[in-house]
């Protein structure tokens, strides 16, 4: 008698779905404040030079941090606890943003949610990587590249509706909220997912 096989697995291995899913929170919580980071940046008195600032302090910092962190992830062998100090990282820098009141304490921010993003990316990479399927590389990485849109409009829509309705600390609470679940998820993963 044959046995029937479960139906076919949907779209990816469990590894990568994990790695959309928890890094698509990661995305999400980013994008809420794309759109709208101006505003926040003016309703603390700085004005749009300075915000241009903060955000070339970011770029900067995420630069700088991504080639070191880079490096360190080729020596690691539990890159996914890498994943995981950067998204808490993060998310810790989300909710710096509630207590936000100079542009100086703006710019600490800004470098620390550079370095959390730099520090999470080349290990994310390289355990993505580890489990994408040779004959559907394109596929997979093409998933990863389409999240990256979808979660830019998804979390764009729900970051203005949560500032508008509840104001910006709402908003920052949440961003870390998706940032700590994600973290937390994948911290208490067992190993042998990713």
Not at 16 to 41: D, E, K, Q, S
Not at 93 to 110: E, N, R
């Amino acid at each position: 008698m044959k046995v029937k096989k479960r139906g076919k697995r949907l779209f990816f291995n469990r590894a990568l779905r994990v790695l959309l899913i928890t890094n698509a929170l990661i995305l999400i919580a980013a994008a809420m404040l794309g759109p709208i980071y101006a505003l926040f940046v003016e309703e603390i008195g700085v004005d749009l030079l300075d915000a241009s600032l903060t955000g070339g302090i970011f770029a900067l910092t995420a630069g700088i941090v991504t080639l070191i962190s880079g490096k360190y992830a080729d020596r690691v062998k539990q890159n996914e606890l890498i994943i995981v100090f950067g998204y808490a990282l993060i998310g810790i820098g989300f909710l710096l943003y509630t207590i936000v009141d100079s542009i100086w304490f703006l710019f600490a921010v800004q470098i620390v949610i550079g370095a959390g993003e730099a520090i999470y990316s080349p290990a994310f990479d390289a355990v993505y990587t580890k489990h994408v399927s040779v004959k559907k590389a394109g596929r997979e990485w093409g998933s990863w590249e389409a999240m990256n849109y979808f979660t830019y409009a998804l979390g764009a829509g729900i970051g203005g509706l949560i500032a508008f309705k509840l104001g910006f600390n709402s908003l920052f609470v949440t961003m870390a909220i998706l940032s700590f679940l994600s973290a937390i998820y994948i911290y208490f993963l067992p190993r042998d997912v990713l």
